[in-house]
């Protein structure tokens, strides 16, 4: 009797432990979850949830551009350097540098190849380039898709259904013919071309700061813009229809 007693005292002491570790795993469990719905709120610029370099395409334009390898970005960013200074400091053209670079190369390769018959040597192995296919249907169809939307936005825009739009976008238009005055169409290209490769990686580096300063810039412009529709915006869009019921 007292070995039964016993075995079921053990018994009810095992099933109390069992209980009491599965009750702080399950609030071990939980922990993690209110961290990750925490690291959720963190507000990013433009609204993003996946991480930069994703968000860049996850490729190899986005190690470039994020400097996973410093040789091969510093290599591009130095190499458009060059091209910029050789077409906008020296006045070279750029049809003039493609033909002279392709003399050179067929020159040297026409020589090496009639050459490699009195030197006994093998003749320079020139691959044959075919453009494939589907690499050509894939880069239409995506030009065709973001040709579309802009359409789409400039439709919306002309047919008055969005009047934000419509502000983003004439602002947009009239800050890009300001830096246009000042800059020609190569030197604006080199410009946005060193943008892309130096803002990326300094973001990634400070990106709480910046994602920090934009969320309360974001709010203060949204407060004046809510100011300036219920000043001004708001009188203009309910002035003709007073005007139309009071005749």
């Known amino acids: 009797m007292a070995e039964h007693e016993g075995t ?6 095992e099933k109390i432990h069992g209980d009491s570790s599965s009750s702080s795993s399950d609030s071990d469990d939980d922990k993690p979850s209110h961290a990750d719905a925490h690291k959720s709120k963190v507000y990013r610029l433009f609204g993003r949830e996946k991480p930069l370099h994703q968000v860049l395409g996850a490729g190899k334009p986005a190690d470039v551009l994020l400097w996973r390898n410093k040789k091969i970005s510093g290599s591009v960013l130095g190499s458009a350097t060059a091209l ?21 190369l067929l020159s040297i390769l026409f020589l090496w190849s009639n050459a490699s018959n009195f030197i006994n040597e093998s003749p320079p192995n020139i691959p044959e380039v075919l453009l494939p296919e589907k690499c050509v249907l894939e880069v239409a169809s995506a030009l065709r898709i973001e040709i579309n939307r802009a359409l789409d936005v400039v439709r919306d825009v002309a047919s008055g259904k969005d009047l ?42 400070y990106e709480d700061k910046v994602d920090s300063f934009s969320e309360k810039a974001i709010v203060e412009i949204k407060k004046q813009y809510a100011v300036f529709d219920e000043k001004v915006l708001s009188k203009i869009l309910k002035g003709p229809l007073k005007g139309k019921k009071k005749d």
């Not at 079921?8 to 002491?13: D, P, V």
């Not at 602002?171 to 071309?193: K, M, Q």
Request: proline share 1%; hydrophobic share 60%; glycine share 4%.
């Open 8 to 13: 079921l005292m053990e018994k009810m002491a």
């Open 84 to 104: 910029w200074f050789l077409f906008e400091m020296l006045e070279y053209h750029l049809i003039t540098l493609v033909c002279h670079i392709l003399i050179i």
């Open 164 to 205: 934000k739009t419509f502000l983003g976008v004439i602002a947009g238009l009239w800050i890009l013919s300001v830096v246009g005055s000042c800059f020609n169409f190569l030197t604006l290209i080199y410009i946005v071309f060193v943008l892309l490769h130096t803002v990326p990686v300094f973001y990634e580096k």
